[in-house]
């Protein structure tokens, strides 16, 4: 039995009148999620479960604007208060191998502690140690042991001319080396002159002398370097002792500071160590100076003391419990950190210090929230993420070389453990491809949260969604809304969600509709948000998006797109399609024509025969040569030529909402009786003729009623969907007011017989016991109609069988004929 439908049945209206307030302010904020009660028990599973080998990280699936970032960053901030806070992370210098820099984690707060302890004492040690090498005492100490050690250096040269002139030979010393002179029997140097008057055997016999001479000065040379090696070695041991005696107490006092890591006391160990090994550092600051003097442009250098320093990564000084980094541009660098270079006259330098955090440093031990899209637009980021996972630690390497390339060399610094929670954002398209292709995504990511658009409509929900709108004016200083405000917003909730049993959780949509009714109340100088400023939001906002809309809707009414909405037409019916512009969609009514003739072809479709017409979309037209079959076929062979088509369509039709619209145009066309052009049709069927509920409802009826309205309302004009569709209903006051008065008509119908007596107002027909439909019902001038086909295709096949025959007979004939006697 066909439904027409009552004003409250169309629309669902919102009655908060006993929820007890007079405006939002007198409602308590909301301080929880509503509508995911789901996806908030997977992120307390994921996020509650540490097994220590980084495989219970979490996806957070789910539509656009249903506030899956602003929820997971809501729900992190208030589990991390509890989290313990993670500690300081900093790089120090490496003593044993510069090029891998070693890090540090300190208890919270203790890492700035240390960088500024280290600048103090080596800003202190700049000024002490010198003193210390300067004073008198060490002058005196370091003088005695010139003096003791000189005259070891004095004796053995003296004992080097001793036993040169012992050969016959002269010592004389120069700045440029020793210099051996022949001696003549008193003891005198010989001369040049003397020398030549030699004979040659006296020349060779001092040549052969001389050669005993260069090694007895060789050997002595040898001797009075080690003692100078001696004598600087025991100085240098001396200032040693007199800077480890100073520094000692100020490194002891390091130590008992930071006694409880052992890392940080092996590394003071090491710098103390160091600091008596390389005095010379701390003695260089004037020669620097002479030297940036001497150049008018600035010359590449680096600070040696810099090796004595912290580098504070991460200072968790100022975190409220565990960290919640949320990363909206997931880069490698950003990710992972990097290592920065300074090019002084075309040299990059590098150290330790230059090294920077990346997002993995800064959530280590807390949380990390990553946007899909971002994350896998990024090439390397996200197998250098899987990496990461798999090893356990964090590592800040050169991107080239994760993709192989060869580089200069520079730091390796010591790797971090890898101890957080990974929550990724995205579409559940995502979340399916990876889990098809990525073998290693359901490894780590073994927990799923999916957050759904909708929440089902009980006054519990409505009363949290008033509590939603105060705590919105509340967090953006809005105006207030009364109840008629906030019933309106729920209205619209159930608008978004298409469906009168439930309200939507697109909670940005929502929020930004909040905030325009508020413009528009403060516009009218409103002391609260009513009903009327959140439909002039409303309103607003399609004006905004429209625009294509009402260039259609001109184009109908001046008849460039022809659709009726009077009269009746046999094999013509309007149907109703919706059309998604970004964020505004609307419907579209399309005249849809069929035509019958006698033929074996069967029905044809023209969008598909043009490629216009989308897989859906065919089966639907397959289905209904399915029920046509079942219909008309089962006891009589079933033929006939058909053709449907979108009339002034050029574009890809796809989906099957239109099959119920093209069958009732095929009936009306085999049956002859006329469809009524003001109803319009949207619905689809199977092969059992029931007609099966569709989306877009509401965009569909009032597409169609804003078309009626432009031509002329008549009372007769109306839209007829399934009746599953019912509760999907949200439809505009407008409409609905239209309903009242008796101008406009909803009609559900859950049957093909159904629909075509709402649109002929001719009954469909019941084959009787007889096997015979009714005389004069759709259905038996439609069976009439193919009775008619079928005897016009059995005589033209006669015709064809009795042709060839006759002339066989005649050729035959003609032959006998022919034959000699």
């Keep these: 039995m066909v439904k027409e439908l009552s004003i409250h049945e169309i629309r669902k209206t919102a009655n908060l009148d006993n929820l007890g307030f007079v405006t939002t302010e007198d409602l308590q904020p909301l301080d929880w999620i509503i509508g995911q009660e789901r996806a908030i028990e997977a992120l307390k599973l994921g996020l509650g479960i540490k097994d220590g080998k980084n495989r219970y990280n979490i ?32 790089y120090v210098h490496n003593f044993e191998n510069p090029y891998n820099p070693r890090y540090l984690e300190l208890p919270t707060g203790t890492g700035c502690q240390l960088r500024d302890d280290m600048k103090h004492l080596i800003e202190r040690l700049k000024r002490e140690i010198p003193k210390s090498l300067e004073s008198d005492e060490f002058k005196a100490r370091s003088k005695k042991i010139g003096e003791r050690y000189a005259e070891r250096r ?7 001319e001793t036993q040169s002139r012992q050969l016959g030979f002269a010592i004389q010393r120069t700045p440029i080396g020793i210099n051996t002179l022949p ?3 008193g003891g005198e140097p010989l001369s040049q002159e003397e020398y030549e008057m030699l004979t040659e055997e006296e020349k060779s016999a001092i040549r052969e002398k001389q050669v005993e001479v260069q090694g007895v000065i060789q050997e002595n040379l040898q001797q009075i370097a080690h003692v100078d090696e001696q004598r600087e070695s025991e100085i240098k041991e001396l200032a040693k002792q007199a800077v480890l005696f100073m520094i000692a ?8 500071r930071y006694g409880a890591v052992e890392k940080v006391v092996r590394f003071l160990q090491d710098a103390k160590n160091d600091i008596v090994e390389h005095l010379g550092d701390f003695q260089q600051g004037k020669k620097n100076d002479a030297q940036r003097m001497a150049f008018p442009f600035a010359v590449a250098q680096t600070d040696p003391l810099k090796r004595y320093l912290v580098n504070v990564l991460v200072d968790h000084c100022d975190t409220e419990g565990a960290p919640v980094i949320v990363e909206e541009s997931a880069t490698y660098t950003n990710l992972f950190g990097a290592i920065e270079r300074r090019v002084q006259m075309g040299v990059a330098i590098t150290d330790f210090t230059m090294i920077k955090p990346g997002s993995l440093q800064r959530a280590n031990g807390g949380y990390l929230v990553l946007n899909a899209n971002n994350l896998f637009r990024a090439g390397l980021s996200w197998d250098a993420l899987k990496i990461a996972m798999k090893r356990g630690e964090i590592r800040i390497e050169d991107p080239m070389q994760m993709l192989g390339y060869s580089t200069t060399e520079g730091l390796k610094p010591e790797p971090v453990p890898f101890k957080m929670k990974v929550i990724i954002i995205g579409s559940p398209m995502i979340y399916e491809l990876l889990h098809m292709y990525d073998e290693d995504f359901p490894k780590f990511f073994a927990v799923k949260s999916e957050f759904d658009t909708e929440m089902d409509r009980t006054a519990a929900n409505e009363m949290n969604l008033a509590r939603f709108v105060h705590t919105r004016c509340t967090e953006s200083g809005l105006l207030p809304f009364d109840v008629s405000g906030v019933a309106r917003i729920v209205e619209h909730a159930s608008e978004l969600s298409g469906d009168q049993q439930k309200l939507s959780c697109r909670f940005s949509t929502l929020s930004a509709l909040i905030k325009e009714a508020s413009y528009w109340a403060a516009e009218d100088a409103a002391a609260a948000v009513t009903a009327g400023h959140v439909q002039t939001a409303l309103e607003k906002r399609d004006g905004r998006s429209n625009r294509i809309e009402e260039k259609i809707q001109e184009m109908i009414e001046r008849n460039h797109i022809l659709v009726d909405t009077s009269g009746e037409q046999v094999g013509q019916v309007n149907g109703l399609a919706v059309l998604q512009l970004g964020d505004y969609a609307f419907g579209k009514p399309s005249r849809i024509t069929a035509t019958v003739h006698a033929g074996k072809s069967g029905i044809v479709d023209i969008e598909r025969e043009a490629d216009l017409g989308g897989h859906s979309h065919t089966k639907g037209i397959m289905i209904l040569k399915g029920f046509l079959g079942e219909r008309f076929g089962a006891e009589k062979p079933f033929s006939l030529s058909a053709s449907l088509a979108f009339e002034q369509s050029y574009s890809m039709v796809d989906g099957d909402s239109a099959s119920s619209a093209e069958l009732y145009a095929l009936l009306s066309s085999l049956s002859g009786a006329a469809i009524r052009q003001g109803t319009a049709v949207t619905g689809s069927v199977n092969q059992k003729g029931e007609i099966q509920p569709i989306g877009g409802v509401n965009e569909k009826v009032e597409g169609f009623f804003k078309v009626c309205k432009a031509k002329g309302l008549t009372g007769e004009q109306g ?9 999907n209903l949200m439809l505009p006051e407008e409409i609905v007011a239209a309903v009242a008065a008796g101008k406009f008509h909803i009609y ?15 009954p469909a027909g019941v084959r009787g016991e007889d096997g015979l439909f009714p005389e004069g019902t759709v ?4 069976e009439e109609r193919l009775d008619q086909i079928r005897e016009v295709l059995r005589e033209e096949d006669g015709e064809e069988s ?10 035959s004939l003609a032959g006998e004929e022919s034959e000699p006697q």
């Design 779 to 782: 259905f038996f001038r439609a």
């Design 249 to 256: 107490p100020m490194f002891d006092q390091l130590q008992e």
């Design 154 to 160: 004095n004796k053995l040269f003296e004992e080097m």
């Design 748 to 762: 559900a119908v859950a049957s093909v017989e159904e629909g075509i007596e709402t649109l002929t107002g001719v």
């Design 59 to 90: 996806y957070v699936a789910g539509g656009p604007g249903t506030g899956k970032m602003s929820a997971v960053r809501d729900f992190l901030s208030r589990v991390s208060k509890s989290a313990p806070k993670p500690p300081d992370l900093c």
């Design 802 to 811: 009795e042709q060839p025959s006759q002339e066989h007979e005649g050729k």
């Design 183 to 185: 001696l003549r029997e």
């Design 719 to 727: 839209v007829m969907i399934p009746c599953q569709n019912v509760d």
